[in-house]
Nanobody, 111 residues
Framework: QVQLVESGGGLVQAGGSLRLSCVASGSIFNENTVHWLRQPPGKEREWVAS???????NYAGSVRGRFKISRDSAKNMVSLQMNSLQVEDTAVYYC?????WGQGTQVTVSS
C-alpha cells in the first residue's frame, strides 16, 4: 500500500500562514483525487480541500479564499497553503488518497 507522509504543521499566531505537504511513496496522486481533512480537538474529522487528478480543486466553505491546495506530480506531493489562519483552524490535518492515509500533522493557531 502507498504510504503518505504529512509535514509542515506547527504553532502559529492568528493571521499567520503555514504550508502543509503530503508526499506519497508512489504515484498514487496521478490517478486519484487527493483530500486534506482535519480533526479539531474534541470534534469529528472534517473535509477541508481536494484536488483531482486533472487539477480541479474544491474547498470547504470555512477555508475557501484562505487555503490553496496544489500538486507537484513530479515529486508525488500535494501541498496545502494556509493563510489568514484562525484559532478555529487548530486541528490535526490528514492527507488522504484512495485507501491511503497519512499519520497527521498538528496545526495550532494561537490568539
Amino acid at each position: 500500500q502507498v504510504q503518505l507522509v504529512e509535514s509542515g504543521g506547527g504553532l502559529v499566531q492568528a493571521g499567520g500562514s503555514l504550508r502543509l505537504s503530503c508526499v506519497a511513496s508512489g504515484s498514487i496522486f496521478n490517478e486519484n483525487t487527493v483530500h486534506w481533512l482535519r480533526q479539531p480537538p474534541g470534534k469529528e474529522r472534517e473535509w477541508v480541500a481536494s484536488i483531482t487528478r486533472v487539477g480541479i480543486t474544491n474547498y470547504a466553505g470555512s477555508v475557501r479564499g484562505r487555503f490553496k491546495i496544489s500538486r507537484d506530480s513530479a515529486k508525488n506531493m500535494v501541498s496545502l497553503q494556509m493563510n489568514s489562519l484562525q484559532v478555529e483552524d487548530t486541528a490535526v490535518y490528514y492527507c488522504n488518497s484512495f485507501q491511503s492515509w497519512g499519520q497527521g500533522t498538528q496545526v495550532t493557531v494561537s490568539s
